[in-house]
């Protein structure tokens, strides 16, 4: 029986295998690196001053979209801002405060005209 080079075949088979998946683990990892960056260099730093007026994205609107409907609700106003990205704002109309992620909101401008589309 031939044990020896079945053996040192098998070894060598094994070995083989570990370097492809170390490979496959490498190629992962710089995938991740670059998905992360061009993820980071995408995103923009909102900044939001207490009492100025902004716009609360409503990401219900995206599951059920209305086509010619907007999807920013508001104004608000900028009660406190957190250092970890998290907004408290306060309802006009309503007066109720609760905490938002920063990324979710936009500044308000006065003299903008958004039109409204009543549905038929």
Do not use: C
């Amino acid at each position: 029986m031939e044990l020896e080079p079945a053996g040192k075949a098998r070894k060598l088979d094994i070995q083989e295998l570990e370097e492809i998946r170390n490979d496959a683990y490498e190629n992962a990892r710089i995938y991740k690196d670059k998905t992360k960056l061009f993820h980071d260099k995408n995103i923009v730093q909102k900044h939001f001053s207490v009492g100025q007026r902004v716009l609360l994205y409503n990401s219900v609107l995206k599951l059920f979209p209305g086509k010619l409907r907007s999807r920013w609700q508001g104004p608000f106003i900028v009660t406190e801002v957190f250092t970890n990205g998290a907004v408290e704002i306060e309802s006009e109309e309503s007066g109720k405060r609760f905490t938002v992620n920063g990324q979710r909101l936009k500044p308000f401008y006065e003299n903008f005209q958004a039109y409204t589309v009543e549905k038929i």
